[in-house]
């Protein structure tokens, strides 16, 4: 896990959200959250700053 992967774990598990639930709230695959977790990919733009608003609210 990378740095950006870890930070994005750590925020989905401060939300209480499983791996599903984040995706669902991102309108992305579980697979995708995993590979952001795992830092296979990275996400986009605009999904950095929705997990931010979801992580705020």
């Known amino acids: 896990m990378n740095h950006m992967g870890e930070k994005i ?4 598990k401060a939300s ?5 639930g ?5 309108s992305v695959t ?4 995993s590979r952001w977790e795992a830092g296979t990919v990275m996400p986009d733009i605009e999904k950095i700053s929705d997990i931010a608003i979801l992580h705020r609210s």
């Open 22 to 26: 984040f995706a669902e709230k991102l």
């Open 30 to 33: 579980r697979q995708t959250v």
């Open 9 to 12: 774990a750590s925020k989905r």
């Open 16 to 20: 209480g959200l499983t791996q599903i």
